[in-house]
């Protein structure tokens, strides 16, 4: 497994020096791209999209046709792993997922198990060993998983939530018992992201969406912990080649110092975070991905080309250690157009 | 005007000594109580409720009829002042504050004006006045505003939002009238909680809830720089005493040097910072208010105990400079019995 032809990406993951600066998006295979909306349409939903890894090849490399992106990254939910555990995971128009058997009672918290991933979540990794064959080594694969915590938060409430009542009842009033989920959680994501470089995916991004929902201490207890405990189980070298990871808590700026120390090789960061003040912050240890406000993306192409330079001049000179992202994934309504404007914008800026 | 039976609250803003640890609750006149949802099903509607002074002024009392709080909060609502400017409040259920007129066409940002809080607003001061009667020196009682950048949110969104699209677009595309806007907003709301403090409040808090939705640099240029132009233009003692302002901005944390030097004399913060570290960036600029989870108020007694106590020990030592209050507004189905566990606890605490 020799490095892709463009391995900027990589290289800046590893703060090793590019030529410029490599830019992917999160959600860059998404309901914003016409084509995207076609595939989804051919396979009948959302789930079947996920478990079908022709189709869910065809959408991850359609924004690599559209655009000049420095990675790929695996086409697939962060909830296929509770699917896995047999919650039953679905999806009510307008109402984003749920799951039948949310994750409540103490018998069915003792029953939970981490699940195999060669067998229940096969179909994820044949589209990992799909995507590499036709990406024919141009550009690295990011394979992703949730955190034990962001993926216990879906598991408890049920669906999505907008204050996490019941996880966070749980948390404060049985800390045992969501330690357990977390504990099955860590093995279950461990295994998951390992078997994803094994069908080879170069990178790893763990999407800690609701850690930030967290308080200061309860972060680091229920949260970071797991984190931590992921990595340390991570596959973190294959065939001579390091698998970076970086690790995306949205809302984390605060608690830079301390994901940085969790073991993973970049920090992805939201908009509201300066880099110049994350890069001194962190020093040598981490590189940083980010930040761009993706309602940035609705404004006309030169607010967009703006704004987007001033987020590659916020993290200063030098060329080492910067990965162009948005803040969060890019928003469904945004004009494909000015996402081909934001990708030329960051290719062409000069660092001084 | 002599300072208040029960000074802690002012006390304990202005960084003076107090003999136990002083506390409020965002939102603690509201839905959580059931004399709270009789009264209001009274006024028949919630905006009757706030332009009644005699009804505002009665759920104003209810939660110090209940527990032992160490201040009063005027009932009323942050959208008054666009209401006032003639955008057309009205809630439809379920779906929060929405305007008739939201301000998006650049002939009507040309054409707002701040209006006359003695004219517009006199329903707010009567109440305020009514109020003060009514706690005949108890307790001081807090008045307040949002933030010139949160009411925009509002005016521009039309109502509530989860992405900001409307006003960010704005922002990012059209900055000349966002700007526009906000000046408006700043004299307004300067001019608004004048005329509270001029009716008798004892304090004002600055509730800025939407701006820790914008980029670092946005919320500089767009939010804390028209709410330090606001805190300028307040009168700052009112027969002899200083009439202290809390800026409180929502996921604000990482920002809280900048807001510290704002010209406040209070910064609230939200659960996710942790208040010793706080008061180690702040030093002895600010006094700090806040931060506990609002969700942990749906756990077991015991928890909200052990929570409580949480947050109290991560202030640390001294008695100086700390109001206790929630992260956030306190959850309409908050169990009240749990609000008088938190209330005691807090007032039972006593620093090493």
Redesign the interface.
Same mark, same amino acid.
């Given at each position: 497994m020799a490095r892709p032809e463009n391995d900027d990406f990589l290289r800046a993951l590893l703060r090793e020096p590019t030529t410029r600066t490599p830019v992917w998006l999160m959600r860059q295979a998404g309901r914003y791209l016409p084509e995207y909306c076609e595939t989804r349409k051919r396979a009948g939903s959302f789930l079947e999209l996920c478990k079908t890894p022709s189709l869910a090849c065809e959408v991850t490399l359609q924004p690599l046709a559209r655009y000049d992106l420095d990675a790929a990254i695996l086409f697939s939910d962060i909830l296929t792993i509770p699917d896995a555990m047999g919650l039953g995971l679905y999806f009510s128009d307008g109402e984003g997922p749920k799951f039948e058997r949310p994750l409540r009672e103490e018998w069915a918290i003792r029953d939970l198990a981490a699940p195999d991933p060669y067998d229940h979540l096969r179909y994820v990794l044949d589209a990992v060993a799909e995507i590499r064959r036709a990406l024919n080594n141009s550009v690295p694969l990011i394979g992703f998983s949730g955190s034990p915590f962001t993926l216990a938060c879906y598991m408890v409430e049920g669906g999505s939530s907008d204050?996490?009542?019941t996880v966070?009842?749980m948390l404060?009033?049985r800390p045992d018992l969501l330690h357990r989920v977390l504990e099955v959680n860590a093995e279950a994501v461990t295994r998951y992201l390992n078997a994803q470089i094994e069908c080879g995916v170069q990178a790893v991004q763990i999407f800690d969406t609701w850690g930030?929902a967290? $308080?200061?201490? &309860?972060?680091r207890e229920f949260s970071l912990a797991y984190i931590e405990r992921v990595i340390e189980g991570l596959t973190k070298t294959r065939d001579g080649e390091r698998v970076p990871c970086i690790v995306f808590t949205k809302?984390g700026?605060?608690w830079l110092e301390a994901i940085a120390a969790c073991g993973c090789d970049a920090v992805g960061l939201d908009?509201?975070?300066?880099l110049g003040?994350a890069r001194h912050r962190v020093g040598e240890k981490v590189a940083l991905q980010g930040n761009m406000?993706p309602?940035?993306l609705?404004? $006309?192409p030169e &607010?967009?080309a703006?704004?987007a330079t001033?987020v590659l001049e916020?993290f200063g000179g030098g060329m080492t250690g910067h990965v162009f992202n948005l803040?969060h994934g890019i928003?469904q309504?945004t004009p494909p157009d000015n996402v081909a404007v934001l990708v030329e914008t960051v290719h062409r800026y000069v660092r001084k």
């Amino acid at each position: 497994m020799a490095r892709p032809e463009n391995d900027d990406f990589l290289r800046a993951l590893l703060r090793e020096p590019t030529t410029r600066t490599p830019v992917w998006l999160m959600r860059q295979a998404g309901r914003y791209l016409p084509e995207y909306c076609e595939t989804r349409k051919r396979a009948g939903s959302f789930l079947e999209l996920c478990k079908t890894p022709s189709l869910a090849c065809e959408v991850t490399l359609q924004p690599l046709a559209r655009y000049d992106l420095d990675a790929a990254i695996l086409f697939s939910d962060i909830l296929t792993i509770p699917d896995a555990m047999g919650l039953g995971l679905y999806f009510s128009d307008g109402e984003g997922p749920k799951f039948e058997r949310p994750l409540r009672e103490e018998w069915a918290i003792r029953d939970l198990a981490a699940p195999d991933p060669y067998d229940h979540l096969r179909y994820v990794l044949d589209a990992v060993a799909e995507i590499r064959r036709a990406l024919n080594n141009s550009v690295p694969l990011i394979g992703f998983s949730g955190s034990p915590f962001t993926l216990a938060c879906y598991m408890v409430e049920g669906g999505s939530s907008d204050d996490f009542r019941t996880v966070k009842t749980m948390l404060y009033d049985r800390p045992d018992l969501l330690h357990r989920v977390l504990e099955v959680n860590a093995e279950a994501v461990t295994r998951y992201l390992n078997a994803q470089i094994e069908c080879g995916v170069q990178a790893v991004q763990i999407f800690d969406t609701w850690g930030g929902a967290l $308080s200061h201490a &309860a972060f680091r207890e229920f949260s970071l912990a797991y984190i931590e405990r992921v990595i340390e189980g991570l596959t973190k070298t294959r065939d001579g080649e390091r698998v970076p990871c970086i690790v995306f808590t949205k809302g984390g700026g605060q608690w830079l110092e301390a994901i940085a120390a969790c073991g993973c090789d970049a920090v992805g960061l939201d908009w509201t975070t300066h880099l110049g003040e994350a890069r001194h912050r962190v020093g040598e240890k981490v590189a940083l991905q980010g930040n761009m406000d993706p309602i940035a993306l609705f404004a $006309s192409p030169e &607010a967009v080309a703006r704004e987007a330079t001033r987020v590659l001049e916020s993290f200063g000179g030098g060329m080492t250690g910067h990965v162009f992202n948005l803040g969060h994934g890019i928003h469904q309504h945004t004009p494909p157009d000015n996402v081909a404007v934001l990708v030329e914008t960051v290719h062409r800026y000069v660092r001084k």
